[in-house]
Nanobody
Framework: QVQLVESGGGLVQPGGSLRLSCAAS????????IGWFRQAPGKEREGVSC????????YYADSVKGRFTISRDNAKNTVYLQMNKLKPEDTAVYYC???????????WGQGTQVIVSS
């Protein structure tokens, strides 16, 4: 079965860190750009970060630039999102997908919940 599975979310205090994982099964991530997205309650899904398949170039939303780092480990067939200096406004369900544009994604996984609260 071809799927992406997100994990690593949780409850963290403001200023804390989490590392999210996006693991692929049934296919090889190497050939795909991988995007991380998030959706907060009552808000639309938004793009957070993306990493290309070719040269590893990255994109970050302005709201997370300098705090989040996306990386990929092709040997583990996994893409990571390291999130530092977390803020309450980072609270959302985080999803990964084989595209950098939400409108191009056919289906979404379960996501992983991130809650930033004291």
């Amino acid at each position: 079965q071809v799927q992406l599975v997100e994990s690593g979310g949780g409850l963290v205090q403001p200023g804390g860190s989490l590392r999210l994982s996006c693991a692929a099964s049934g296919f090889t991530l190497d050939y795909y750009a991988i995007g991380w997205f998030r959706q907060a309650p009552g808000k639309e899904r938004e793009g957070v970060s993306c990493i290309s398949s070719s040269d590893g170039s990255t994109y970050y939303a302005d709201s997370v630039k300098g705090r989040f780092t996306i990386s990929r480990d092709n040997a583990k067939n996994t893409v990571y999102l390291q999130m530092n200096k977390l803020k309450p406004e980072d609270t959302a369900v985080y999803y990964c997908a084989t595209d950098c544009t939400a409108e191009m994604v056919d289906s979404w996984g379960q996501g992983t919940q991130v809650i930033v609260s004291s």
